[in-house]
């Protein structure tokens, strides 16, 4: 909890939800406020979503289970991940 409580990105988005939350008591309600709000909670969503994945990387880098200097791929691992990445590829046929 600690994690995401000190983090400047959280707070940052917390801020900014203030900040939000009182231009919301002097406007209009239209369609407008609704997207700021969505905007709003999309970003939050993003930054927690970014503080969990960086304490996992600093778990398995802990661990051993990952090495962030380790550049040691082999060509058939990188040819592999190219192909997967290609096949996910949505294409729009007309």
């Known amino acids: ?10 707070l940052g988005s917390i801020f900014s939800g203030w900040s939000l939350f009182q231009a919301t008591r002097d406007s209009r309600r ?4 609704l997207l700021l709000w ?4 999309s970003s939050v969503a993003l930054t927690f979503g970014v503080v ?6 600093k778990r398995q880098i802990a661990a051993g289970e990952y090495d962030p200097d380790d550049d040691s791929r082999s060509k058939a691992e990188k040819k592999a991940e190219k192909k997967a ?6 294409t729009l046929h007309i």
């Open 30 to 33: 239209d369609w407008r406020l």
């Open 38 to 41: 969505l905007g709003w909670l």
């Open 85 to 90: 990445a290609k096949s996910r590829k949505v």
């Open 1 to 10: 909890m600690r994690k995401y409580l000190l983090n400047t990105n959280v």
């Open 52 to 57: 969990a994945q960086d304490a996992e990387t």
